[in-house]
């Protein structure tokens, strides 16, 4: 069994290791694009590309660490959503971004103080959510508001064709991995996922850890919501919705196990470059857009299978 | 685990019932004080046939929760329902039946996908659900091309709007009732109702004592997309018009129905008598901040605080289930 041989699974090696099949996919996938389709291999398109994985990366790798934890976070749509609106409905810029991160703290905390306190997290934050996204629709009830010039000037600047809200999305889905495969944190992370009881009986701080896991799926999807304005221009409470599902795709493709304390928060970029490859190419190619719904569940369950096969194949 | 089902058979009173129902009373004497009008059985009566969808639905939500699974589907299965009815019917009186019977028919190979995705494949409900919820929905995008066709026939919206000659019972609320009971008669008195609770209470147990416990789980989830669709024909005589977006509402509705009535995440505790009172609370609560017109926003928020609130209440009321959780 796994389980024994890599009782933590979080080495540099073992995540580089286990992800090269996703990697080689990912790949394969953009090479394949890029040849068959022209106007996928222009300077434009691949910009665009960029900008649009900003906001998923964000947001799957706090669905990453919460997922690591053993929990699940629902609310991340939602939160994406409330910081697009406050920063659309506020005038003053450092005053829009601060409290645009602060609500999305505040909402990972909550979640974090709730599921601690013993509801199920996926209850937690599917409720947490209705609460966030029900505020977000009280401050701007229709899509719209004045996203202020600066911020729009800061989240679209661009390094030749790169967004630096891609490059920025990156360095945090670096950092994260950093901070779970090498920061006593993310060991306290992984263990307190893996085996939680075990955890708590040793004496680990596992109630400590769970706040910082959702506070920072929170802040993150709220640095989402940043990436989402550089994309529409504008506030609106239900932008965040497909992230939802997006997230979980992504984590889950990543092959970070559902049950926690499994897999690396490093494969989530290819997972998530796999995604928004196969959204590009719907969009190119002129398909009827409705077809990335079917297209994201069918994704999704076919690599739970193949997953669920593996593990399955694992056990003696 | 003295949660592990034979709810029927039990004399002390269940204190996550008596919490609901409480809460329920409470919430029908906010709604008597309130508004005018406000104890007036005719109109209570035809607002609990207006919610009918939402009874049904949680129905529902409520088995599949019993056999310790979740369906996030419900929301879209009710949307397609409604366009598939509208489109079928279109318009026509004779054409009823088959509307129904095609409704129904989509609505259990839903169920059916998602319980064998379940059972067999061993996938986490949340997620097979997630995904058949937003393959649905794609597919009813891509059905309409964002533009519902058909109508529905004036005879077929008799369901949501007529009484019962001579009574104050709305048609809907009777089908609500019938379903219920259905359900709880099921659950409540037949083998195979304790064999499921069973099931939820302790697979492992249920199947070393010879029930099939994957059979049971792929039922709940058959019950429960029939249970959508019918959801999504009470809307559509409701409203009178296809949507594709009147069910998102209700998966977070029928959950929160469920989990205010007492029925637990971790299965095989609660019923529909729980998620009966469940349905109350949010019927009576909501009609109180309507007409103290608020946004539909702030609904939003309630519903999700009164969620958050009875999970915490039901911990605390159940040591056993606090230890599993």
């Excluded at chain 1, 984590?251 to 897999?263: E, F, K, N, S, Y």
């Excluded at chain 1, 998530?272 to 719907?282: C, E, H, P, T």
């Excluded at chain 2, 059905?143 to 026939?153: D, E, F, L, S, V």
């Excluded at chain 2, 009966?276 to 309507?290: D, I, K, P, R």
Aim: with cysteine; aromatic share 6%.
């Amino acid at each position: 069994m796994t389980v024994m041989r890599l009782p933590l699974g979080a080495s540099t090696r073992s995540s580089l290791r286990a992800g090269w099949g996703l990697w080689a996919l990912a790949v394969l996938t953009t090479a394949g694009a890029a040849i068959a389709l022209p106007a996928f291999r222009t300077p434009t398109s691949m910009t665009s590309l960029m900008a649009s994985l900003a906001p998923l990366l964000l947001v799957a790798t706090g669905q990453a660490v919460v997922v690591l934890l053993g929990g699940i976070d629902l609310s991340v749509g939602a939160v994406l959503g409330l910081a697009t609106v406050l920063v659309a409905t506020t005038e003053s810029v450092p005053v829009a971004v601060a409290l645009a991160l602060l609500a999305g703290l505040a909402a990972g905390a909550a979640n974090g103080l709730g599921v601690l306190a013993g509801v199920n997290p996926l209850i937690m934050t599917f409720a947490a959510g209705g609460i966030v996204q029900g505020i977000a629709l009280l401050r701007l009830s229709a899509p719209g508001g004045a996203v202020p010039g600066a911020v729009i000037d800061a989240v679209t600047w661009q390094a030749g064709t790169v967004p630096v809200a891609f490059m920025a999305a990156v360095g945090v889905l670096a950092l994260v991995w950093f901070a779970t495969t090498q920061a006593r944190w993310g060991r306290l992370l992984q263990a307190a996922g893996f085996a939680s009881d075990n955890a708590r009986r040793l004496g680990l701080p596992v109630g400590r850890v769970t706040l910082l896991a959702y506070s920072a799926a929170g802040l993150l999807a709220a640095f989402a919501g940043l990436a989402v304005i550089a994309r529409t221009y504008s506030g609106d409470a239900l932008s965040g919705t497909p992230f939802v599902l997006d997230s979980v795709t992504a984590v889950l493709v990543a092959g970070i196990a559902l049950t926690g304390g499994r897999g690396s928060v490093l494969a989530v970029l290819p997972a998530a470059v796999l995604l928004g490859v196969v959204d590009q190419v719907i969009r190119l190619t002129g398909t009827n857009t409705n077809y990335q719904f079917v297209l994201k569940g069918l994704i999704l369950i076919a690599a739970m299978w193949l997953y669920q096969a593996a593990r399955r194949r694992e056990r003696p | 685990m003295t949660t592990a089902g034979l709810p029927a058979r039990r004399h002390r009173l269940d204190p996550h019932l008596a919490v609901s129902y409480a809460l329920a009373a409470v919430c029908l004497v906010l709604l008597g004080t309130t508004t005018s009008r406000g104890f007036d059985p005719d109109r209570i009566l035809g607002l609990l046939g207006n919610q009918a969808a939402l009874g049904i639905v949680a129905l529902g939500q409520t088995l599949v929760l019993l056999v310790r699974g979740l369906d996030l589907s419900v929301g879209s299965v009710i949307s397609l329902s409604t366009v598939v009815t509208a489109a079928v019917m279109d318009g026509n009186p004779d054409r009823i039946a088959v509307a129904v019977a095609a409704t129904v028919a989509l609505g259990a190979v839903v169920g059916l996908a998602n319980g064998l995705l379940v059972a067999y494949a061993g996938i986490a409900p949340l997620l097979v659900t997630l995904a058949v919820g937003t393959i649905v929905q794609g597919a009813t995008y891509v059905y309409t091309n964002g533009q519902p066709r058909g109508g529905i026939a004036g005879g077929f919206r008799g369901l949501a709007d007529d009484r019962i000659a001579g009574t104050p019972l709305p048609w809907s609320l009777l089908l609500w009732l019938g379903v219920w009971g259905i359900v709880a008669l099921t659950l409540y008195r037949t083998v195979a109702g304790r064999r499921y609770y069973a099931v939820g209470a302790n697979p492992r147990a249920a199947w070393l004592s010879g029930v099939p416990t994957t059979r049971h789980s792929v039922v709940a989830y058959i019950a429960s997309g029939v249970l959508a669709s019918v959801a999504g024909l009470h809307l559509a005589a409701y409203t009178g018009s296809p949507s594709l977006t009147v069910g998102t509402s209700y998966t977070l509705m029928s959950i929160a129905a469920a989990v205010i009535g007492g029925v637990a995440l971790t299965g095989g505790g609660g019923g529909p008598t729980g998620t009966f009172a469940g349905v109350l609370v949010l019927v009576f609560l909501g009609t109180v901040l309507e007409t103290m017109d608020v946004p539909a926003a702030v609904q939003l928020i309630v519903q999700g605080g009164v969620v958050i609130v009875m999970m915490l209440v039901n911990r605390r009321l159940d040591p056993a289930r606090r230890s599993r959780a």
